[in-house]
């Protein structure tokens, strides 16, 4: 091969097709060239994760077989989220060196050596990713979404502990999504409690229509436990910048739930879109100060979100409020005096 400088180059180079997914905050899919342009640092990763952006590759060589191979990738960014180049340059020679030789090679295994940039997704996670894959490739579900399909279908409950993971993550991906809006919106409260979050959990990936999400944000305000509400805030990860969830997430920050610290990591993680709006994340920022006497959650997490190029500035504007929270003052305080 010749001399490459992206791993995009390597996979082009070694005559494979590849699909990329991002992988930090949602599954979703990017297109070649934006992560093309990531990579050379010509743009900043727009939701990254703990200052890593955290990536599935996807690739084939069609001329010599069928076969899929996954790299789970997670790549460290620097204080703008853009890609560290050197960390990217070190990932390309490990992989030069162990497989460039065998890429073309039928037989030979493509997965990657150990090193410290790879990871391996959760058991959710990583259900939901073979689903929207699969799907992506034109690929059929696995043999697991009959017997998921026919419960709900069915309406039959009684034997749901028999259902895969993966047949219930293949369901929501493969599921038309009117139709499967429309089911889960009439039965989402008959679900018994692990199949009920579980496929929560998994729409998150989604973007559902205004009916289900009403459901689930109705759902939401009836419930006192902070671990079924952080569940049901996840469904609407992919609806999370519309007025609906943003007057429900509102409503829950000035309650006694949305002081809860499972409420508060999944609105960083999953709903940080709805926090572009200053009052709502000054609101935010303050309850997770309350959260821990110590400001530990809130360095966690400020130093999370303020990596997300949406809001930068709007937390920044946060930050030089004369009237913010003194509480919220004091946990700014302490986390800029650990910087320095």
Not at 54 to 78: E, G, K, M, S, T
Not at 267 to 282: E, N
Request: hydrophobic residues 45%; proline residues 5%; glycine residues 4%.
């Amino acid at each position: 091969m010749s001399r490459i400088s992206s791993i995009s180059e390597f996979l082009l180079q070694a005559g494979t097709r590849y699909m990329i997914f991002d992988m930090s905050r949602r599954i979703t899919r990017w297109e070649d060239q934006s992560f093309l342009d990531f990579e050379h640092g010509l743009v900043a990763h727009p939701s990254p994760r703990q200052q890593q952006g955290w990536f599935a590759i996807v690739f084939a060589n069609p001329q010599l077989n069928a076969q899929h191979y996954i790299w789970f990738v997670r790549l460290p960014l620097d204080e703008q989220g853009k890609l560290v180049l050197a960390a990217r340059d070190q990932f390309l020679q490990l992989i030069v060196e162990r497989l460039a030789s065998t890429m073309d090679d039928d037989s030979a295994d493509k997965s990657l050596p150990d090193n410290p940039y790879q990871f391996t997704p959760g058991q959710q996670q990583l259900a939901d990713f073979n689903s929207i894959s699969r799907k992506a490739l034109h690929l059929p579900p696995s043999t697991h979404f009959q017997a998921v399909n026919d419960t709900f279908e069915q309406r039959n409950w009684q034997q749901w502990e028999q259902l895969a993971l993966q047949g219930i993550s293949d369901w929501v991906v493969f599921t038309e999504p009117a139709k499967r809006d429309a089911l889960l919106g009439e039965v989402l409260t008959q679900l018994p409690d692990t199949l009920q979050a579980h496929i929560l959990q998994s729409l998150e990936n989604q973007v559902i229509g205004e009916p289900l999400s009403s459901s689930v944000a109705n759902w939401i305000r009836l419930q006192q436990e902070p671990r079924k509400i952080a569940t049901g805030l996840r469904a609407l990860c992919g609806v999370s910048d519309t007025p609906a969830v943003e007057a429900l997430l509102d409503e829950l920050l000035h309650a006694p739930q949305g002081k809860e610290v499972d409420v508060l990591v999944v609105i960083a993680g999953r709903l940080w879109p709805a926090l572009t709006d200053k009052a709502t994340l000054s609101q935010y920022l303050a309850n997770v100060a309350h959260a821990s006497s110590d400001f530990e959650l809130f360095r966690g997490l400020f130093s999370d979100l303020v990596q997300i190029p949406q809001l930068r500035d709007q937390i920044l504007q946060v930050l030089r409020d004369p009237h913010k929270d003194e509480i919220l003052n004091a946990a700014i305080g302490a986390v800029f005096s650990v910087r320095h």
